[in-house]
């Protein structure tokens, strides 16, 4: 999905749907990496011009980040899912401490000015690192790559939309669950189907 701002700069959204990009499985520790490697190279393939300027938004799979950069360049603008980022600090955390964590980070992503949100997170780093290192670290990882939409100055419904990878996996979800269920048409109605499901 592509979209275009202010005629230059332009916004793909690269979503890793569990069952056909990049799996992660941590109780087996099998990471289809390959997988990820290909998307970008994939993308380039069937014609993307990777010399245009690309904001990525991506769940933070190490894999697919060092493909984007090796594909379009390490200087590609990444916005990592907000989303992710929370849930990844928060698995570190006693239920004791999640709720008040979870509710700094999300103040810090619902500040307009990037600085500000900046300076609430690192002091959320500092105070992790209080009651949990692996939390803190899982936090300052990456950090400002989930502040990106921030720096660029996207607002309103944009930057709600491009601050995590949700849209798509449910818009990936909604087309799973109506294919599921859909009657005749074949193949290639199915994404049709998802999308604009029968009222």
Known sequence: MEVLLDGDSH????????????????RHEVV???VCKGL????????????KDYLFVLDGAKALRSAVARVFGTKAMVQRCQAHKRRNVLKHLPETHQNAVDARISAAYKMSDYDDAWESLDLTVRYLEKINHDAA?????????TL??????ITG??????????PLESCFSGVRTSTG???GGGVATWPKDGLWPPS
Not at 137 to 145: C, F, I, Q
Request: aromatic share 0%.
């Open 137 to 145: 670290e899982s936090l300052k990882e990456r950090l400002e790559e």
């Open 11 to 26: 916004v793909m959204l690269v979503p890793l749907d569990e069952k056909i990009n990049c799996k992660i499985r941590r």
């Open 148 to 153: 990106t939409i921030h720096k660029l100055g």
């Open 181 to 183: 269920r859909s009657k």
């Open 157 to 166: 419904l944009l930057r709600k939309s491009l601050a995590t990878t949700n």
């Open 40 to 51: 970008p190279e994939d993308m380039a393939r069937r014609g993307l011009d990777t010399g």
């Open 32 to 34: 289809e990496a390959e």
